[in-house]
């Protein structure tokens, strides 16, 4: 079994890691695992989906600290629910998000540079690409972030205030 690390990646990386040679073995709850797995095993030949037996676990602690008696029989209420909630589970749902970490790269470069090319150069890919990426960003949201111009683009409102939103978020 190869020495445990922690990766700061989203589970797209799976077929990354299959290609990168040596023993991979990798612990995501099942609901991590990408829908589209199935169909891209062809390209992850090395890779191999082992259930764990015993199912990995966490015990759950609570702890009423309240002596509101309203307060109380809320909180209660709320305990004894999750506990008949998580002895009776749903199916897990794979994960499809809507964006990964390379579309939110990908909007930040295209904010940082203000022109596609630019931003396509920071991140090393070609402007087709980066420009489905904004396509794909924009559909998902719902809302165009940029205006597309003769010399370049120009955010919108929605793009400044996502920027100024993320930039609260990861302070």
């Known amino acids: 079994m190869p020495t445990p690390r922690r990766l700061r990646e989203d589970a797209a990386i799976l077929a990354r890691l299959s290609r990168s040679g040596g023993a991979t073995a990798l612990l995501p709850p ?19 989906v082992e259930p764990l037996d015993p199912p990995l676990a966490s015990p759950i602690t609570a702890r009423i600290s309240t002596a509101e008696p309203a307060r109380a029989t809320a909180a209660t209420a709320y305990i004894h629910r999750l506990t008949r909630m998580l002895a009776d589970p749903p199916p897990p749902e794979p994960y499809a998000p809507a964006l990964g970490l390379s579309h939110l ?21 070609s402007q087709p690409t980066l420009s489905a990426r904004l396509g794909r960003i924009e559909a998902s949201l719902g809302t ?8 370049g683009l120009v955010p919108t409102g929605a793009a400044r205030m996502r920027r100024e939103r993320c930039g609260r978020d990861a302070t």
């Open 105 to 125: 790269r990908g909007l930040d470069a295209l904010l940082g540079a203000e022109t596609m090319t630019a931003a396509a150069r920071v991140l090393n890919l």
């Open 30 to 48: 099942h609901s991590l695992i990408s829908a589209n797995l199935a169909r891209r095993r062809a390209e992850m030949a090395d890779l191999s």
């Open 144 to 151: 165009q972030l940029f205006h597309r111009k003769a010399r």
